[in-house]
């Protein structure tokens, strides 16, 4: 089983859905772009928002476990994903990548 590698690479707001539609809530969200989680095999990194987690879980497995071309080739690295959490008020976009070293 291989490392695999998060990071953030876009994070949005929609402002007006949130005050439309959500309750007050304080630091919602903590993920910066930039950030970098190191997965071994398919545990949770620590610091890995936990909804986000639920997202990208199945696919840090897929690529933990040596998967390629997900969904039929969609992406340009084979051993890639980009992957969004279900968050509809704060979405974050992460690229999910296989890495050659083995798992712990």
Request: proline share 5%; aromatic share 8%.
């Given at each position: 089983?291989?490392?695999?590698?998060?990071?953030?690479?876009?994070?949005?707001?929609?402002?007006?859905?949130?005050?439309?539609y959500?309750?007050?809530?304080?630091?919602?969200?903590?993920?910066?772009?930039?950030q970098?989680?190191?997965?071994?095999?398919?545990?949770?990194?620590?610091?890995?928002?936990?909804?986000?987690?639920?997202?990208?879980?199945?696919?840090?497995?897929?690529?933990?476990?040596?998967?390629?071309?997900?969904?039929?080739?969609?992406?340009?690295?084979?051993?890639?994903?980009?992957?969004?959490?279900?968050?509809?008020?704060?979405?974050?976009?992460?690229?999910v990548?296989?890495?050659?070293?083995?798992?712990?």
């Amino acid at each position: 089983m291989k490392k695999v590698r998060i990071t953030v690479m876009r994070t949005a707001r929609h402002d007006d859905l949130i005050e439309k539609y959500e309750n007050p809530i304080e630091h919602a969200c903590h993920m910066r772009v930039g950030q970098q989680f190191t997965c071994n095999g398919w545990a949770k990194p620590e610091g890995m928002c936990d909804s986000a987690w639920e997202t990208l879980s199945p696919f840090v497995m897929a690529l933990a476990h040596g998967a390629e071309n997900l969904y039929d080739g969609w992406m340009k690295d084979p051993r890639s994903a980009m992957i969004s959490c279900n968050d509809g008020f704060r979405p974050v976009s992460f690229l999910v990548e296989a890495l050659d070293e083995e798992a712990e």
